[in-house]
Structures are given as structure tokens and as C-alpha cells.
């Protein structure tokens, strides 16, 4: 992966943009017509802008009728963990250490939230999962029917990124093929994933470098690390990148 580029493309860029990471499995596209799915969209949503994108843009692919989708709205439950918020502050900076020792000229980095831009993103967040999987009748009818494709649930989790590392598989079942969507994050997420991510790079064994994280934010990096069969769309929101 030629990382380095692919961090000044999502740096410089001043769109919205999307990095596909083909597995390999993922199935042929066989067309608009057919009125049986071929491709399945899994999108774990945490929230932030990049999440938010990410929602809006698999409604848009579920116009398509050869399309359905999944999305899981999957919140930390701080109240499941029995590690302590201190321990986890020092977790954070050890994953912090690994992941990020050197700081590359195009990186980006997670920004700080303070009450007020955490409240507005919380909001945010619930305004588009609330416009989404409410009943929509303000929409037109090509997206009505593409909500139709899309199966909504909710999940809450002390290690989020090893619920979703459970459910992807699931997915793969069902389908045989599946991509997930997922937002980057790597500015102006809801909550940094480094420390659950130091845990599964030290769990997989797997000799992930820093740079995945870096390039593909802490969802992409923990299904690279635990070599989850399903391909990857990663999106980044216009002006997230800082």
C-alpha cells in the first residue's frame, strides 16, 4: 500500500473521498437490473462526519436494486468495561506510543473535542440515524425503496471494535461477499479506538505497522489485523482531514 500518498490524497483533498481496499472476495458486479442482490454493504457506524458520509453514501449505492445493505450504530458503553477510566487514559497513550511513533509530513491526526463540539457531533449523529431509520415519508421514492434494502440495528459494547470484528463474519455468511464501509476518523471522531486497537494488534499477532492505522483509521486497521475476508471502502468527509 503506497500509504504515504494515499494520507497526502485524503490530506489535500478538499472533497469528500473514498479509498477502496479490495480483498479479493468481493463478488462481480452483475448489474443494475437484477432483482436479487449480488453485493452486500456493511457499515459499523460510530459517528462523526466521516461516519455520517459514509451513511448518506450507502443509501446512495442502495438506489441501486442489485444492492443491500447492513448498518449497526455500535456506542460504547462505558459502564460494560471494568477497566478503569484512568487505566484507560494510560492504555491510550501506550497504543498512542505503538501506533504512532513517528509522525509522517502527510498524516493526519484525531483532533479534541471539547463539551460543546462532542454535544454538536452527538447531535448530528443522532439527527441523521433519526432521519434514516425513522419512517420516511419525505423522501422520494427511489430512496424509500433503497432504505428498504438497508437492515438498521444497534449495538452497545465496552470493546466496540470487537463487536464488530464478531459481526462482520456474520455478514460474510449470509452473503458470501461483503464490503464494509467505514468512516476514517482521523479528525473529529466521536472517540479514539487506539487503545482497543493496541489490543487487537497484540491479540492477532499480527506485525501491523503504524502506518495502516494512519492510513485507513482504527476500523479499517483492526479488520486488517485480524484478516477479516471482506473488502473496504474508507470514507473521509470534506474539510475532516484538517
Known amino acids: 500500500m503506497y500509504s504515504e500518498f494515499i494520507r497526502k490524497v485524503f490530506a489535500l483533498t478538499p472533497t469528500n473521498v473514498t479509498l477502496f481496499v479490495d480483498s479479493g472476495h468481493t463478488a462481480p458486479y452483475a448489474g443494475g437490473t437484477s ?5 452486500h454493504l456493511f457499515l459499523p457506524f460510530f459517528g462523526g462526519p466521516d461516519d455520517r458520509l459514509a451513511l448518506s453514501f450507502v443509501v446512495q449505492l442502495c ?12 456506542q460504547k458503553n462505558e459502564g ?3 477497566v478503569s477510566s484512568r487505566e484507560d487514559e494510560k492504555g491510550s497513550d501506550a497504543s498512542h506510543a505503538i501506533l504512532h511513533q513517528t509522525l509522517a ?7 479534541h473535542h471539547n463539551t460543546e463540539t462532542r454535544l454538536a457531533s452527538d447531535s448530528a449523529d443522532n439527527i441523521v440515524w433519526t432521519r434514516y431509520t425513522s419512517v420516511p415519508s419525505s423522501f422520494d421514492t427511489e430512496t424509500t425503496a433503497a432504505l428498504s434494502r438497508i437492515t438498521f440495528d444497534t449495538r452497545a459494547s465496552a470493546k466496540p471494535l470487537h463487536t464488530l470484528i464478531q459481526l462482520v463474519p456474520k455478514e460474510n455468511l449470509r452473503t458470501m461477499s461483503v464490503i464494509v464501509v467505514a468512516g476514517r476518523s482521523r479528525r473529529l471522531a466521536v472517540a479514539s479506538h487506539q487503545a482497543e486497537l493496541a489490543q487487537i494488534i497484540t491479540e492477532s499477532g499480527s ?7 494512519k492510513t485507513l483509521g482504527d476500523v479499517g486497521a483492526a479488520l486488517i489485523a485480524t484478516k477479516t475476508p471482506a473488502s473496504l471502502l474508507i470514507v473521509q468527509a470534506r474539510g475532516s482531514s484538517g
Open 80 to 82: 460494560l468495561t471494568p
Open 63 to 74: 438506489r441501486n436494486s442489485s444492492v443491500q445493505a447492513t448498518v449497526v450504530r455500535i
Open 105 to 111: 509530513a502527510a498524516d493526519t491526526v484525531y483532533g
Open 207 to 213: 506485525p501491523l505497522g503504524s502506518s495502516i492505522p
Open 35 to 39: 432483482t436479487t442482490a449480488t453485493q
